[in-house]
């Protein structure tokens, strides 16, 4: 039955991302059914109003409707099997569970599956990052019993293996965000690229782009991505981003810096090779009482360097530990 109820229009390549910062802000409204048309995505809110959405309309375009949204078929949710809310990520088909307790994992894992009908695989997390090529181990609970999968991101299919590649779905508006930034014939360096989300949406708008990897797996991965999205403009390489990027020296007008943990051992190489007035994007992880220490770091390396630096923007992504957050700081590479 269709019923008239709030929602939001967004262009149909942001549809997902934006679905997905909704859920995690608590306004999607699951009862009723998201629709589109050839152009837009249409979905329902719980409210039209308050900060989070306009957070959302910073990035995006779209438009408060109120429209005839169909209601859902009713279905069981995890939280009425369990009696609680379940906490848990997902990746393509596949959900890693993230328990309270270690022996409410199993029961967890088969909440999901019966009540959440798109998953397909329910894993576990067995150990933490780790390795040069910061990957995770996972103990299978339910379901198929693999690790790899097709995750639907920014009107993208990115194809990974979870135990070979570092993937982190929580991103996906960061990415959109930096995408915005990009223009057509600009070039990029994206010095720790992984299985490329921020890379084919960044060719997807018409940029040049650099992508270096260290670790193999997410190279070929990359490139089976740029041909099942048939993009252009990606060149991939393999080794070391410090090494790799003195080929570019000055003739990048972004950079991106997504590797959180050790980011700050980069800065001279991303300096050298951003063009004058060019934009790094640098990530990293700090407590919630010193969230942008980094700055420090940056304004100390660009003064080494010879470079002033402006800050752009500075932002929280996402939580990643009990007061510790994965924070963003943008800014622009003065060398004249």
Same mark, same amino acid.
């Given at each position: 039955?269709?019923?008239? *109820?709030?929602?939001? #229009?967004?262009?149909?390549?942001?549809?997902?991302?934006? #679905?997905?910062?909704?859920?995690?802000?608590?306004?999607?409204?699951?009862?009723?059914?998201?629709?589109?048309?050839?152009?837009?995505?249409?979905?329902?809110?719980?409210?039209?109003?308050?900060?989070?959405?306009?957070?959302?309309?910073?990035?995006?375009?779209?438009?408060?409707?109120?429209?005839?949204?169909?209601?859902?078929?009713?279905?069981?949710?995890?939280?009425?099997?369990?009696?609680?809310?379940?906490?848990?990520?997902?990746?393509?088909?596949?959900?890693?569970?993230?328990?309270?307790?270690?022996?409410?994992?199993?029961?967890?894992?088969?909440?999901?599956?019966?009540?959440?009908?798109?998953?397909?695989?329910?894993?576990?997390?067995?150990?933490?990052?780790?390795?040069?090529? #910061?990957?995770?181990?996972?103990?299978?609970?339910?379901?198929?019993?693999?690790? *790899?999968?097709?995750?639907?991101?920014?009107?993208?299919?990115?194809?990974?293996?979870?135990?070979?590649?570092?993937?982190?779905?929580?991103?996906?508006?960061?990415?959109?965000?930096?995408?915005?930034?990009?223009?057509?014939?600009?070039?990029?360096?994206?010095?720790?690229?992984?299985?490329?989300?921020?890379?084919?949406?960044?060719?997807?708008?018409?940029?040049?782009?650099?992508?270096?990897?260290?670790?193999?797996?997410?190279?070929?991965?990359?490139?089976?991505?740029?041909?099942?999205?048939?993009?252009?403009?990606?060149?991939?390489?393999?080794?070391?981003?410090?090494?790799?990027?003195?080929?570019?020296?000055?003739?990048?007008?972004?950079?991106?810096?997504?590797?959180?943990?050790?980011?700050?051992?980069?800065?001279?190489?991303?300096?050298?090779?951003?063009?004058?007035?060019?934009?790094?994007?640098?990530?990293?992880?700090?407590?919630?009482?010193?969230?942008?220490?980094?700055?420090?770091?940056?304004?100390?390396?660009?003064?080494?360097?010879?470079?002033?630096?402006?800050?752009?923007?500075?932002?929280?992504?996402?939580?990643?530990?009990? #007061?510790?957050?994965?924070?963003?700081?943008?800014?622009?590479?003065?060398? *004249?």
């Amino acid at each position: 039955m269709a019923g008239s *109820s709030r929602g939001i #229009r967004v262009p149909r390549a942001q549809g997902e991302a934006v #679905r997905k910062a909704l859920v995690e802000m608590g306004l999607f409204d699951r009862r009723r059914k998201i629709s589109s048309d050839g152009s837009f995505v249409y979905l329902p809110v719980l409210s039209l109003d308050g900060e989070p959405l306009l957070a959302i309309k910073k990035i995006t375009d779209l438009e408060p409707v109120e429209a005839p949204f169909e209601a859902e078929k009713p279905i069981v949710a995890p939280e009425s099997i369990l009696g609680y809310k379940p906490s848990y990520e997902v990746v393509g088909d596949i959900a890693i569970v993230e328990p309270v307790k270690p022996e409410d994992a199993q029961r967890e894992a088969e909440a999901l599956l019966s009540a959440e009908r798109h998953l397909r695989t329910i894993l576990i997390q067995a150990s933490d990052v780790e390795g040069e090529f #910061r990957t995770r181990r996972f103990h299978h609970l339910a379901g198929e019993k693999r690790t *790899s999968t097709i995750h639907k991101e920014n009107g993208l299919r990115l194809k990974l293996d979870l135990e070979k590649v570092y993937f982190s779905p929580r991103l996906a508006t960061e990415r959109l965000r930096i995408a915005e930034q990009v223009h057509p014939g600009q070039t990029v360096l994206d010095m720790f690229a992984g299985v490329g989300p921020f890379a084919l949406l960044m060719a997807k708008r018409g940029a040049r782009v650099v992508t270096i990897d260290k670790n193999p797996y997410a190279v070929c991965y990359l490139l089976e991505n740029v041909a099942l999205n048939k993009i252009q403009g990606v060149e991939a390489l393999e080794g070391d981003a410090a090494l790799l990027a003195q080929r570019f020296e000055g003739h990048a007008d972004h950079v991106i810096m997504n590797i959180p943990h050790s980011a700050s051992g980069f800065l001279t190489p991303a300096m050298r090779v951003t063009m004058d007035g060019g934009i790094v994007h640098y990530y990293a992880f700090a407590p919630e009482d010193d969230l942008y220490r980094d700055r420090d770091i940056i304004e100390k390396a660009a003064y080494e360097f010879g470079v002033r630096v402006e800050v752009l923007y500075q932002g929280i992504v996402r939580s990643y530990a009990p #007061r510790v957050y994965n924070v963003v700081l943008d800014f622009r590479v003065i060398k *004249s």
